[in-house]
């Protein structure tokens, strides 16, 4: 079983949906989780960084976390053309003093106007 | 709003030469990493670096890549023998303890 399994998609949306992304993770070790879009062609762009369980929200991205299922969101409402991008999910284990990231393999998101 | 900068933006090596891949960090992160993509792959993590020193290393990372901190903002990574298989993006990437981490654009390195 891989550590973390994130739907490759891709996943297409109207202008305006809310778009549903998801990672689940095996390890109980994960307790820090980030999501990151990345544009065609450049680097991972942090959006979301949470360690708890339970939701957190910036503008239209709200994370949601559950520990007990292993499971994450993101979610992005009124989504816009511009969203159109991959998007990762990152996590990091606790319990060392290196923050090593392990990614899921990212959900290639288009939002058509 | 400070960002990571890595150079060149793309490279290409003949398989067996040596390659050096250069980062600028965000200048008071203490913590540095490298990542490689793969094209169509995930991300992977290849080596965190602390208080110059590795602090840890994937498998990926064997004797061919070396890290170095040679003065107060550079950050690199070395391969010594390229291989086709090292054709990738690679990023690099730097944070403050407990803090989340802040990538570059990367280096797309090609190995004919």
């Known amino acids: 079983q891989k550590e973390v399994e994130q739907d490759p998609g891709p996943l297409s949306v109207p202008e305006g949906a809310i778009v549903s992304l998801n990672c689940t993770y095996s390890n109980s070790a994960f307790q820090y989780f980030m999501w990151y879009r990345q544009y065609s062609r450049k680097g991972p762009e942090l959006l979301m960084y949470?360690?708890?369980?339970g939701n957190k929200e910036d503008g239209r991205f709200t994370a949601q976390v559950d520990k007990s299922s292993k499971y994450i969101s993101l979610f992005i409402r009124d989504s816009q053309p511009s969203d159109s991008a991959t998007y990762l999910c990152a996590m990091i284990k606790s319990g060392g003093s290196n923050y090593k990231l392990t990614f899921g393999k990212g959900t290639l998101l288009t939002v058509n106007p | 709003e400070p960002e990571v900068t890595q150079t060149p933006s793309h490279q290409v090596t003949q398989m067996g030469q040596e390659v050096i891949l250069r980062c600028v960090p965000i200048s008071n992160h203490l913590y540095f990493y490298w990542y490689r993509q793969i094209l169509g792959q995930k991300v992977e993590f290849l080596v965190s670096?602390?208080?110059?020193?590795?602090?840890?290393k994937s498998e990926i990372f064997d004797d061919q890549f070396s890290v170095e901190r040679p003065d107060g903002s550079n950050f690199t990574l070395k391969i010594r023998s390229t291989k086709l298989e090292d054709s990738a993006m690679y990023f690099c990437?730097?944070?403050?303890?407990?803090?989340?981490?802040?990538f570059g654009d990367g280096t797309r390195l090609s190995i004919l």
């Open positions: 949470t360690y708890s369980s």
């Open positions: 990437a730097s944070s403050e303890a407990n803090q989340p981490q802040h």
């Open positions: 670096f602390y208080n110059n020193e590795i602090s840890e």
